[in-house]
């Protein structure tokens, strides 16, 4: 490159890097002088492949090392790294496009390379994922997916986001997951399950709007018996959202989910002793199919359900104050639950009988 006064100009390229490798300053043993030897070679033998990585970049092509990468083994590592809470749903969506390729790609099963993923693949994949997800399965999942792959193109494992342009709008508009009627509430709490703990716990958050997670963390130090209120901060959105904190009032009916705390010196104390996620859904689909219900509830049916029911019901609320029951970050979240609430009066209004006046 030549500078303003037409003279080469050279650009160099620093950047440090510790690579954890030693030499000894006065090495006095044959030992010390074969590791001197040995780091030195291995310290050479990286800078050799930085550089390598560097002249393609400056080329704009793509660096024939981290293309032979296998991305199943990236894909392993990040899952296996991952420590958020929705690390679930993370190995999900894996699960999801490994069940894809292996459909559609199965040249890919074993191994899959960063240039074989492209957008018309990706394209493929969200199709395949709205017609085999319920609810808004689909769209969590890609969600979760488009995470991992930008993962690898920060790293430049993958040089250009394939997911680029490429969307998933189930669930945009309503609320898909099924929802529990009043009724159904009922026909829950009159259909005895041994389980004790997932009934109160499933019960609080029909109750509550509360999620799996919030839930399954409750502690009865954030429950105030005097201001009757309970006071958690929600993990989904911790730290990410001035909403994470929300206010539940403290009703009679919660109170009976809740009870007291059992241990009177341990205010951290969890409320339910519940069993693994897995475990709750399996429970809980026994326990609807026993009451005769035959929708496809999940725990966060009642998340919804109980949003339904504000704006439906008798006393029937706004959309800001739902939303600050929900711990919304914005209304355009909680407008869905408007538009499934009017869906669902229109079902109502269509399912009357129809009458003709002679």
């Known amino acids: 490159m030549l500078d303003e006064n037409g003279e080469l100009k050279i650009k160099h390229h620093r950047k440090k890097e510790f690579l954890g490798l030693y030499l000894f300053s006065n090495p006095r043993t044959p030992l010390e002088r074969q590791q001197n030897k040995d780091n030195l070679g291995l310290g050479l033998e990286i800078r050799a492949e930085k550089e390598k990585a560097l002249r393609y970049e400056e080329m704009g092509k793509p660096n024939p090392i981290k293309q032979k990468i296998n991305l199943w083994d990236y ?65 969590s999942y890609y969600a979760r997916f488009k995470k991992i792959i930008k993962s690898a193109v920060d790293k430049d494992v993958i ?6 342009g490429v969307t998933c709008i ?27 703990e997932i009934v109160r716990a499933f019960f609080t958050s029909l109750f509550a709007g509360y999620r799996f997670c919030d839930v399954k963390d409750l502690k009865y130090s954030k429950v105030d018996y005097e201001n009757k209120i309970i006071r958690i901060e929600q993990n989904k959105t911790k730290g990410k959202s001035k909403n994470s904190q929300v206010v539940t009032p403290l009703s009679q009916t919660l109170i009976s989910f ?25 429970a809980l689909r026994t326990w609807t199919r026993r009451a005769g219900i035959k929708k496809h509830i999940t725990w966060h049916c009642a998340r919804h359900s109980f949003g339904v029911a504000l704006l439906t019901g008798e006393g029937k609320v706004d959309i800001k104050t739902l939303s600050s029951l929900l711990g919304h970050s914005g209304l355009k979240y909680t407008e869905r639950y408007t538009q499934t609430a009017d869906v669902l009066k229109k079902q109502a209004i269509e399912s009357l009988p129809e009458i003709n006046l002679v």
């Open 75 to 139: 894909f392993q590592k990040y899952l296996d790294a991952y420590d958020k809470k929705d690390v679930r749903m993370i190995e999900g969506s894996l699960n999801r496009f490994k069940t894809f390729i292996a459909e559609y790609y199965p040249k890919f099963t074993d191994i899959i390379k960063p240039d074989q993923i492209d957008r018309f693949m990706i394209q493929k994949y969200v199709d395949y994922l709205m017609t085999h997800s319920t609810g808004e399965g689909a769209k």
């Open 170 to 196: 189930a669930g945009e508009n309503v609320i898909t997951k099924d929802i529990l009627s009043v009724e159904e509430y009922r026909l829950l709490a009159n259909t005895p399950y041994q389980n004790k």
């Open 258 to 282: 809740i009870g007291y705390l059992k241990r009177p010196h341990d205010p951290e104390e969890l409320v339910f002793d519940l069993p693994s996620h897995t475990g709750c859904l399996k």
């Open 159 to 164: 040089r250009k986001n394939p997911c680029d």
